[in-house]
């Protein structure tokens, strides 16, 4: 991602920089857990010929924004927000409920970690074949993750077929969506669909 400077090294020093523009130096670390809502993903981004460039770690929050009020000029902007959006966002992990949710999100994302740099790799180098497989192996790990954990998803008071549902739906407009449009979250129509309980799930960060 190419942006403007961050305020400090920015020659229009009588500008402040938007308020919601990543504070974090990227690419992002190896173990970088700086930022509470920061979630790790692999990033490949693309040529002026839509061909992959050497990948990258970036957040998903991240994304680029046009400097306001400004003829040219680009930022990385966090999609939740500043830092007091970033830290409201948190969902406490008070309660014996919230605890095992958190859990549950932690080692879900973990497990498919792998499955998900497949399906990113094969779409960046529009390898259909590939990309059809990458998301019929992430789907059936996340079948199979939430069927032998069905208990503890009950427990935790989050319905696992639910969940396997919006996965699905998730990923299957992932792969439609082209280059620089596509992005990892669950569309926002589709987290409506929810109960406030499967909504948490989904918008939970996982600890780093």
């Known amino acids: 991602m190419i942006t403007s400077p961050p305020a400090k090294t920015d020659p229009t020093e009588s500008r402040a920089r938007p308020a919601d523009e990543c504070p974090w130096p990227r690419p992002f670390p190896d173990g970088f857990g700086s930022c509470p809502t920061y979630i790790q993903q692999r990033f490949i981004p693309l040529d002026i010929n839509e061909q992959p460039l050497t990948p990258i770690r970036t ?17 990385a902007a966090c999609q939740i927000g500043d830092a007091a959006a970033r830290q409201q966002s948190m969902v406490p992990i008070d309660g014996d409920g919230n605890r095992a949710m958190r859990a549950l999100r932690a080692r879900m994302d973990a497990i498919n970690r792998p499955f998900v740099e497949r399906i990113w790799a094969a779409k960046a180098l529009h390898r259909d074949n590939e990309l059809r497989d990458a998301v019929a192996d992430f789907v059936r790990e996340c079948a199979t993750f939430l069927t032998l954990h069905r208990q503890e998803f009950e427990q935790a008071e989050l319905r696992p077929d639910a969940i396997l549902l919006i996965i699905k739906r998730t990923v299957e407009v992932f792969v439609e969506k082209h280059g620089r449009e596509a992005s990892w979250d669950v569309p926002d129509n589709i987290l409506s669909e929810l109960p406030e309980r499967d909504r948490l799930f989904f918008r939970m960060h996982p600890p780093g």
């Open 59 to 75: 957040c998903r929050h991240l994304l680029s924004r046009r400097l306001p009020g400004r003829p040219a000029g680009w930022y």
